[in-house]
């Protein structure tokens, strides 16, 4: 179905402007009029041709929320069908501020040298592109962290259309014509560039989230890119009477876009004597009644919720009302007490691995580290996004996420579309990639062993 009428348009975005008006957990950090933007949306959505357009019409609306965990996807028959989701034959990497080649097809390989710099697209600069064409359409609070969706916004789009694109190379620019083809239809053109290796290793365990590592030097590298997978713990706990005689551990989780944060306390229970607490978060409390109360208070008119702080400190009705009000009155939950089921506990020295594609349930795994354990955080902050996402079907076929209950940093750091900072902030550059190095690795196993 690639067309959709006008009445469950008006259904689904109202469902959207709705549900996310009474759920969304941070009202209190975005300054926007729902109900004006919700009218603007109403008439964009209506003038769209397609189910393509419409859905993008409904990302746009969404992304007004600037919130890791609140969007909107396409339906399978959209996102699948190469008619709308082709792509250029260059792939890159973005590990910094720059964008860089890291594949290109058969075609274009003697065009496009492999690590050139992405600069401009239709003589537009790269980061003024992104700005009006990208950043739109999905969560960019940071930018660090959606790296991801500016490059898949880059390279896939409709059948045929296409860009100048100018690339950069040893202080030299260069242009090309690019136009988005049926990725079926590529042929990858293979490069001779392999990943240097620290120092062999030995693989003990692995699945598709996860993999352990035990380096000749007897370093322990456990990488887990996904906290979704219930029978990972399982695995790795196998390991445990060959992991207690490693002399460190490097824990890498980036790129690890999160799951269940159950899984991630076990994982963090291996280094931790005993119980502990995990998850603290808010989440919005909404009564009714206080918002019936509230219209007749004219002295809630104009002012911010810090001024009502202010102004309603020794008044805890007034204050409540107002807040219900705004949507924005939070009950805090404490966490949950964890049960350590772990084999037992391991002694050693601790590096954690992290950067901007660490979301969510990988997050609260961090925050667990960071209280419980001494171990030494390397790499980019973390995207600053973790909480738990209502998430409904549109009768369309796509869905939307909206976060309803926001996580809080154990030791007090403001994570929310910051992320949690490492201790050592290692980002790899161009010429790194190109030498199939790994900086931040290379960092941790230098701190194991000092």
């Known amino acids: 179905m690639n067309t959709i009428t006008n009445a469950q348009k008006i259904y689904e975005l109202s469902k959207i402007w709705k549900e996310v008006a009474y759920n969304f957990a941070f009202w209190d950090k ?17 003038e769209t041709k397609d189910l393509y357009d419409y859905y993008r019409e409904l990302k746009r609306f969404v992304a007004l929320l600037g919130d890791g965990h609140t969007d909107v996807s396409f339906p399978n028959e959209i996102s699948q069908d190469a008619e709308y989701f082709s792509m250029i034959p260059v792939y890159f990497a973005k590990p910094g501020d720059e964008i860089i080649v890291v594949a290109v097809s058969e075609d274009v390989k003697d065009d496009i040298p492999l690590f050139s710099t992405l600069v401009k697209i239709d003589g537009t600069d790269i980061h003024d592109y992104i700005k009006e064409y990208c950043y739109p359409y999905f969560w960019h609070a940071n930018e660090d962290a959606c790296s991801i969706f500016v490059l898949n916004s880059i390279v896939f789009g409709r059948r045929g259309s296409g860009a100048v694109f100018t690339f950069a190379k040893d202080e030299r620019e260069y242009e090309i014509r690019l136009d988005r083809v049926d990725p079926s239809k590529i042929l990858w053109s293979k490069t001779d560039i392999a990943p240097q290796g620290i120092t062999s290793q030995r693989l003990i365990s692995s699945s598709d989230v996860h993999t352990v590592q035990i380096t000749d030097d007897g370093i322990a590298i456990i990488r887990i890119v996904s906290f979704d997978d219930d029978s990972m713990t399982e695995k790795i706990y196998s390991c445990f009477d060959e992991l207690k005689n490693a002399k460190g551990y490097i824990l890498d989780v980036r790129g690890n876009s999160g799951g269940n944060s159950s899984n991630a306390d076990a994982i963090a229970a291996m280094f931790i004597s005993g119980g502990f607490h995990s998850c603290y978060a808010e989440a919005q409390i909404y009564e009714p009644t206080y918002k019936a109360w509230s219209m ?90 973790s909480g738990q996402p209502l998430c409904e079907l549109l009768e369309s076929g796509g869905f939307f996420r909206i976060c309803t209950r926001r996580c809080i940093a154990q030791n007090g750091e403001d994570i929310y579309n910051k992320g949690f900072a490492p201790d050592f902030r290692i980002i790899p550059s161009d010429t790194d990639l190109a030498a199939g190095r790994d900086i931040v690795l290379e960092k941790g196993i230098e701190i194991i062993k000092g």
């Open 296 to 385: 007749f208070r004219d002295d809630f008119n104009g002012l911010s919720p810090d001024e009502a702080q202010l102004k309603y400190t020794d008044d805890a009705f007034s204050l409540k009302a107002y807040r219900m009000q705004k949507n924005i009155f939070y009950v805090k939950d404490e966490g949950r007490n964890v049960v350590n089921n772990a084999p037992g506990k391991l002694n050693g020295p601790i590096v954690v691995l992290m950067n901007q594609s660490t979301f969510s349930a990988a997050e609260d795994f961090i925050d667990v580290m960071k209280m419980y354990t001494n171990a030494i955080f390397v790499g980019n902050n973390t995207a600053g996004s």
């Open 30 to 46: 975005v300054d926007i009029d729902w109900d004006a933007e919700y009218k603007k949306a109403l008439v964009r959505v209506l």
